[in-house]
């Protein structure tokens, strides 16, 4: 049965703070966990929105855990939650935002929020992308009258008028969020500094 209800694995030792994650996001999500790396490469597939993964753990560790869930090209966007102090190392590594404990539920909270609105941008830009080249294809190649007489290409013109919307307002809640902004804004000065060097 298809749900539109996000799922979140949540990869943590301790099962108690593993319980505690849980209970701050079953209001809004789906939620299993996995109390250690093992268990949590069982449980991870397609259906899997995020995944809050733990750095440091018996047997595999969070930073096994992560290249594994890429290599498998899941759909799925990972935060790191850990004790672990970020280093240098982590610019190597595949996942999308990084907590150190001990977080409050607000935080934990507002990065899931977050994880999934990239998410759904991702798939709208993927969804525009490949209309608008298949808009650019028919209009190279069908004359203005075939395009106006086709019931196919308005549907595609209508789908793209909407898509076009709905990729401008989560962009625009994106920025509005503090967080997105100040990287955005970050990630806008390093270009412009790396252009001047």
Do not use: H
């Amino acid at each position: 049965m298809a749900t539109d209800t996000p799922l979140v694995l949540i990869v943590e030792d301790e099962s108690d703070l593993a319980n505690l994650y849980a209970a701050w996001l079953e209001e809004t999500c789906d939620v299993e966990t996995a109390y250690d790396g093992e268990k949590a490469l069982e449980n991870i597939d397609d259906a899997v929105d995020v995944v809050l993964l733990d750095r440091r753990m018996p047997g595999l560790s969070g930073d096994t855990v992560l290249p594994t869930i890429r290599e498998r090209e899941l759909d799925c966007r990972v935060a790191m939650v850990t004790a672990v102090d970020p280093d240098f190392d982590i610019v190597e590594m595949g996942f999308d935002d990084y907590l150190v404990k001990p977080i409050s539920k607000d935080e934990l909270v507002r990065v899931v929020d977050q994880l999934l609105l990239r998410s759904s941008y991702n798939e709208q830009l993927q969804e525009f992308f490949a209309l608008a080249s298949k808009k650019a294809l028919l209009d190279a190649e069908k004359t203005e009258a075939e395009r106006k007489s086709s019931e196919e290409y308005a549907r595609l013109r209508d789908r793209l008028a909407v898509l076009r919307v709905q990729v401008d307002e989560t962009m625009e809640e994106l920025l509005a969020r503090d967080g997105y902004r100040q990287l955005c804004r970050d990630i806008t000065r390093n270009s412009i500094l790396q252009e001047s060097d």
